[in-house]
């Protein structure tokens, strides 16, 4: 099994930043791609940015050039560095992971965590 905890959400202005972080813990070795996604009342789940642990990225466009998404595998632990955030971004971000070998084709969730961006 795998556990996904965020941290970080909250309420910030327009135009202000937030670091959002993700810890997995349990059979981390069943993991590669992590990431994170967001839903808005009302909307369905959407991508935001998405990280291998060699490196790779896969942004949203709405999502490039202002945030960006690392990862320290050591930590087992991924970011979302969220810059000029705009109310449009309000939404609760839910961190994923995706499995490999004996558990290829499931998803992991965590818990989600609110940011609100309001004046």
């Known amino acids: 099994q795998v556990q996904l905890v965020e941290s970080g959400g909250g309420l910030v202005q327009p135009g202000g930043s937030l670091r959002l972080s993700c810890a997995a813990s349990?059979?981390?070795?069943?993991?590669?791609?992590m990431g994170w996604y967001r839903q808005a009342p009302g909307k369905q789940r959407d991508l935001v940015a998405v990280m291998s642990r060699a490196g790779t990225t896969n942004y949203r466009e709405f999502a490039k050039g202002r945030f960006t998404i690392s990862r320290d595998n050591a930590k087992n632990t991924v970011y979302l560095q969220m810059t000029s955030l705009k109310p449009d971004d309000t939404a609760v971000y839910y961190c994923?992971?995706?499995?490999?070998?004996?558990?290829?084709?499931?998803?992991?969730w965590g818990q989600g965590t609110q940011v609100t961006v309001a004046s």
């Open positions: 349990g059979s981390i070795s069943s993991i590669n791609v």
């Open positions: 994923n992971a995706d499995g490999v070998g004996d558990y290829f084709g499931r998803r992991f």
